[in-house]
């Protein structure tokens, strides 16, 4: 479906017809610039109501995962990574395709440190969220500007992402979080060991994540950018009159 609909926009092109385009990160404007995508591109980043995420900056005791079960997420190298972190607690939130390889991996590995929890509502979600010491994010696949991400640092938790895609413009590593090798299980396993051993650094990327998030995504952020944007698109027809 996403191939026909690039053949008619292409066939048609849309994309002459259109004043602008908007995009939540420079990574997706910039492969469809490297696609020969000729239409004009603005950067606004995705948003949060930062009200509806109060942060908890002490670490917690486990680690965290959210999102969809499937292959690009990275999963598979997650847990052959605790295998080697016994002593480290994973829970990981969500489902799809690929819940019951996981589920089988951790079984015949003998993954005591490895909890599914499923697929949980907001406030459910956000409470394993604020308790845990960090959140990971191990895709091996692009992403482009994932809330999961976002709204991890919101809620005041550091992040721990593949160095790829659009988790380079929310994670700033060393700061907010770590960027890994993607697939790299010993860079990780070093990483998440390291880490989780440091409460204090944990606390101080937390309040460095949540900083992060306030100036770039809140509402009052998106509501400027975006303002700004539809304003200049105005004051042009006006200017050809």
């Known amino acids: 479906a996403g191939a026909i609909s690039s053949y008619w926009h292409w066939l048609y092109r849309v994309e002459e017809k259109v004043d602008l385009f908007i995009s939540p990160s420079?990574?997706?404007?910039?492969?469809?610039?490297e696609f020969g995508f000729k239409g004009k591109f603005e950067?606004?980043?995705?948003?949060?109501?930062?009200?509806?995420?109060?942060?908890?900056?002490?670490?917690?005791?486990?680690i965290t995962f959210v999102g969809r079960l499937s292959e690009e997420k990275g999963l598979i190298?997650?847990?052959k990574?605790?295998?080697?972190?016994?002593?480290?607690?994973?829970?990981?939130?969500?489902?799809?395709?690929?819940?019951?390889?996981?589920?089988?991996?951790?079984?015949?590995?003998?993954?005591k440190n490895v909890e599914f929890l499923g697929y949980l509502e907001k406030a459910e979600l956000q409470n394993?969220?604020?308790?845990?010491?960090f959140v990971v994010v191990p895709s091996i696949w692009y992403e482009n500007y994932p809330m999961t991400a976002v709204e991890a640092m919101?809620?005041?938790?550091?992040?721990?992402?593949?160095d790829l895609g659009g988790l380079t413009?929310?994670?700033?590593?060393?700061?907010?979080?770590?960027?890994?090798?993607?697939?790299?299980?010993?860079?990780?396993?070093?990483?998440?060991?390291?880490?989780?051993?440091?409460?204090?650094?944990?606390?101080?990327?937390?309040?460095?994540?949540?900083?992060?998030?306030?100036?770039?995504?809140?509402?009052?952020?998106?509501?400027?950018?975006i303002i700004?944007?539809?304003q200049r698109l105005i004051n042009k027809k006006i200017d050809l009159g």
């Open 128 to 133: 394993v969220v604020k308790r845990s010491a």
């Open 228 to 230: 700004a944007v539809y």
């Open 26 to 33: 420079n990574f997706l404007k910039n492969k469809y610039k």
């Open 43 to 62: 950067v606004v980043n995705n948003v949060v109501d930062l009200k509806d995420f109060e942060p908890s900056y002490p670490a917690g005791d486990y």
């Open 77 to 79: 190298n997650l847990l």
């Open 81 to 111: 990574v605790m295998v080697h972190l016994p002593e480290i607690n994973l829970k990981i939130a969500g489902d799809g395709p690929q819940e019951k390889e996981l589920k089988k991996f951790v079984i015949v590995h003998g993954l």
């Open 154 to 162: 919101a809620l005041g938790k550091p992040v721990v992402a593949s």
């Open 169 to 225: 413009e929310i994670v700033t590593d060393g700061q907010t979080g770590l960027l890994l090798s993607p697939g790299n299980q010993k860079v990780w396993q070093s990483a998440i060991k390291k880490l989780f051993s440091d409460k204090k650094l944990l606390e101080k990327m937390g309040k460095q994540a949540r900083l992060f998030v306030q100036q770039n995504n809140s509402s009052e952020q998106y509501y400027e950018k």
